[in-house]
């Protein structure tokens, strides 16, 4: 089945680690996406990926990485400088070409405990 | 900053009943989508509507774009129980892939 898959559902981090979340697509997109959804305040972007090897900030970037080194992969890094990482975050991709119909993976939630 | 901004935030209904929200956004877009999220899942398409469109249907959505009001509405009729979700609009940015989504309107259909 095709698909976009997120790994783990549920992560816990201890304060100053960094953690990595998945993001699996066999759509063959060329378009992917990483949003942060906290209660009350909506999806925000975090950063996106157009093609292979190249990625933009998004309006809450500061904190976070991101490499796109296999079409099919767009991992997540959430690292010790962001400072509230505790959240629901959501990976998604489109094919990018004027068709920007977007797929969402079931998400992962981070704790920090 | 986020582009779309829902109206209203939530909204409570009847089943059978119809249920409109609203969403406004800030600068020029190439087409408006709208999403439903059930609770702490990803968020699934529902319907896509491009900027030189005013009005698109899809079963019982209905979606109209006023491009020079900069707004949209997602009218959702004879509701059940079972469109319980947040439901979101998401605007591209002219010129990129960027995908901007809103804060959501939370729909509560009462049986």
């Known amino acids: 089945d095709g698909g976009i898959t997120q790994s783990p559902k549920y992560l816990f981090r201890k304060e100053g680690q960094n953690v990595t979340l998945s993001c699996e697509q066999n759509l063959n997109h060329d378009a992917m996406y990483w949003y942060r959804q906290d209660p009350g305040q909506g999806l925000r972007l975090i950063y996106y990926s157009q093609i292979v090897n190249d990625f933009q900030k998004g309006d809450i970037a500061e904190g976070y990485s991101v490499s796109r080194e296999k079409k099919e992969s767009f991992p997540l890094t959430v690292t010790s400088a962001q400072k509230n990482p505790t959240a629901f975050y959501l990976c998604a991709s489109s094919t990018g070409q004027g068709l920007p119909e977007a797929f969402f993976g079931q998400g992962t939630r981070l704790t920090v405990v | 900053s986020q582009q779309g901004e829902e109206d209203p935030q939530a909204l409570s209904i009847q089943e059978g009943e119809n249920a409109t929200m609203n969403c406004s956004y800030k600068t020029s877009i190439n087409n408006l989508q709208w999403y439903r999220q059930n609770s702490g899942r990803g968020l699934v398409h529902l319907i896509l509507i491009r900027s030189n469109e005013r009005e698109k249907h899809s079963g019982r959505l209905r979606v109209t774009l006023d491009t020079s009001k900069k707004s949209s509405s997602l009218l959702i009729t004879a509701s059940r129980a079972a469109d319980t979700a947040s439901y979101f609009c998401?605007?591209?940015?002219?010129?990129?892939?960027?995908?901007?989504f809103g804060k959501g309107t939370k729909l509560t259909v009462n049986p």
């Open positions: 998401a605007t591209d940015v002219s010129g990129s892939e960027k995908l901007v």
